[in-house]
């Protein structure tokens, strides 16, 4: 059973940084696209980041773009989201994914990806 999971989030501050990990078991990821995406209540997720397979292309949203990092540690199985500069519009659940297919090109939207964690919530307080 493949398995994404989420971990790093929490209240944090206007102006802080927090840094999201997504560890993945029951399959490698190592010729993946991985991506972060984000959702509010009632609100449709919305494209934070992606990272290529080989990991040598990142994407980011245009909200994000500037103040966020997506990193890989192939050998761990994970990936990471570096966030500066935190608003309170990134409040959010965020949630890591990973595409099926190796060795592809890097999805940017949710429907590409099939693989899930189950989130983590990060809340910035003005």
């Known amino acids: 059973q493949v398995q994404l999971v989420e971990s790093g989030g929490g209240l944090v501050q206007a102006g802080d940084s927090v840094r999201l990990s997504c560890v993945a078991s029951?399959?490698?990821?190592?010729?993946?696209?991985m991506a972060w995406f984000r959702q509010v209540p009632g609100k449709e997720r919305e494209f934070v980041a992606a990272?290529?397979?080989?990991?040598?292309?990142?994407y980011y949203g245009d909200a994000v773009k500037g103040r966020f990092s997506m990193t890989r540690e192939k050998w761990k199985n994970a990936v990471y989201l570096q966030m500066n500069s935190l608003k309170p519009e990134d409040t959010a659940i965020y949630y890591c994914s990973g595409d099926r297919e190796d060795y592809s090109s890097t999805p940017l939207v949710a429907d590409d990806y099939d693989y899930w964690g189950q989130g983590t919530q990060v809340t910035v307080s003005s």
């Open positions: 029951g399959r490698t990821f190592h010729s993946n696209a």
């Open positions: 990272i290529s397979w080989s990991g040598a292309h990142t």
